[in-house]
């Protein structure tokens, strides 16, 4: 069981590279909008619901501070993206200017590519593995249930992610198809890997499971706010990220709620 929802959301990454494989040109800048607002709504959701709830509930012991522990693991979530932003070179998706430290030996675009949609998924691996760690052991707040549901909705925000990447890295940087598919699928496998590796930490530290939660929280909503977000809202047409988001929301707390 924990296993498959490990996988679940990479399975999703994985059929939005595939794409690149039935759709000629890049996708449609609209859908696009509505796509990134989707992705947008459901980690909003999943860091609320999911996340800094259950963190709350987890520190209810310690009465008005209750706060406190999802308050800190939010803000060290940012923290930890930040860093990794101002670390790692990477470059987003229409961007010409490369974010992130630069090694001497600049790497080419399509890497760039690959490495900001990695990054971004890192905090994804995170919230995954956190929630199943607090449904493995015994938390009241997290049932599996719950973590699946998790697992559910970031693998249908990742559906787009995943076409998002491979399909610019065909139509743009002229890749085959099998190569940009190997690409997107593969920004997406650091997902179980992030999820396995907290897993095990948390084993080790479950007196702090309140913090990796926020923490995972934070970590998402820095993706929100930094990339999906404004790039949601560029040009003309905003407003269908707008709904986008409104539905991607829904969605993810309806699948919270009626899972967990």
């Keep these: 069981m924990v296993g498959i929802g490990l996988l679940i959301p990479f399975l999703g990454t994985t059929l939005g590279a595939a794409l690149v494989f039935f759709l000629k040109d890049q996708i449609n800048p609209r859908v696009q909008k509505a796509l990134l607002g989707f992705a947008s709504g459901v980690m909003v959701a999943a860091s609320v619901w999911s996340l800094l709830i259950p963190a709350m509930d987890m520190s209810e012991d310690m009465g008005k501070f209750a706060f406190v522990p999802a308050a800190v693991g939010l803000l060290l979530g940012f923290a930890f993206l930040l860093l990794l932003d101002e670390v790692i070179p990477h470059l987003h998706n229409g961007a010409t200017v490369p974010e992130g430290h630069q090694p001497k030996k600049r790497l080419n675009k399509n890497t760039m590519l690959v490495l900001a949609v990695t990054l971004h998924n890192i905090p994804e691996g995170m919230a995954i593995g956190v929630v199943y760690a607090a449904a493995i ?25 995943g076409a998002i990447i491979s399909m610019p890295l065909r139509s743009d940087n002229k890749m085959s198809k099998g190569k940009a598919f190997l690409y997107g699928a593969g920004s997406g496998a650091v997902e179980p890997v992030a999820a396995v590796i907290t897993i095990l930490l948390t084993s ?7 913090y990796l939660l926020a923490f995972a929280a934070g ?11 404004p790039e949601a809202s560029l040009g003309e047409h905003s407003n269908i990220g707008t709904i986008g988001f409104a539905v991607g ?5 309806i699948l919270d709620i009626a899972l967990g």
């Design 249 to 253: 929301f829904a969605i993810m707390m």
């Design 219 to 229: 970590a998402m909503l820095y993706v929100v706010v930094e990339e999906l977000i």
């Design 204 to 210: 080790i530290i479950t007196p702090i499971l309140p």
């Design 137 to 161: 052991y015994g938390h009241s707040q997290m049932s599996m249930a719950g973590a699946l549901a998790l697992s559910i909705g970031i693998a249908i925000q990742n559906f787009p992610e």
